[in-house]
């Protein structure tokens, strides 16, 4: 016959070992959601550079072809050579929020780009296209899961798009 105090022994050691299973669990479980959330933020963020990226290219080739390069009115450069933005930040100071957009532009053609400032070439045209420009988005952030995220390094993304104009 077992005794009352074999089975208050064997009681304890089987809750002991249930409550040390269920915190190993718990940890296992706390662990992959913290990774699981670390990913999501990660592919959220570079998600949104690729958006911006792409919505960047095409605001600057609308301001390309908005932009009347041959204005004898005004001197100087009439090309738009670069498009700097900050998103999703309060003011220019992003510190770690947003992102930093820069877009810069080339030329290459004969399409009155003699004043621009940014001009691969102007030997090759095409009798379908005289201009055509290289757009070069470059698209900073900074890591949200960094435990320091204003002293953290940059994250670039780029997108470089050939587009006749």
């Known amino acids: 016959m077992i005794n009352i105090k074999n ?3 064997f009681s304890m050691l089987v809750a002991i070992s249930v409550i040390v299973t269920m915190s190993t669990l718990t940890m ?48 100087g450069n009439n090309c738009i050579d670069t498009i700097i933005s900050t998103v999703g930040a309060n003011g220019s100071d992003i510190n ?9 532009i080339s030329y290459i053609g004969d399409s009155g780009i003699n004043s621009c400032s940014r001009i691969i070439t102007n030997a090759v045209t095409t009798p379908k296209s005289k201009l055509n420009i290289l757009v070069d988005v470059y698209v900073d952030y900074k ?6 995220i204003p002293a953290s390094q940059w994250i670039t993304y780029h997108r470089r798009t050939l587009q006749k104009i």
């Open 28 to 75: 296992l479980v706390m662990s992959l959601s913290a990774k699981s959330i670390q990913n999501t933020t990660a592919q959220y963020q570079r998600e949104q550079a690729i958006l911006l990226s792409k919505s960047y290219t095409e605001y600057a080739i609308m301001a390309v072809m908005a932009n009347d390069r041959n204005n004898t009115h005004t001197t």
């Open 7 to 9: 089975r208050k022994a």
């Open 96 to 104: 770690g929020e947003g992102y930093r957009v820069r877009t810069f």
């Open 143 to 148: 890591d949200l899961n960094s435990p320091d």
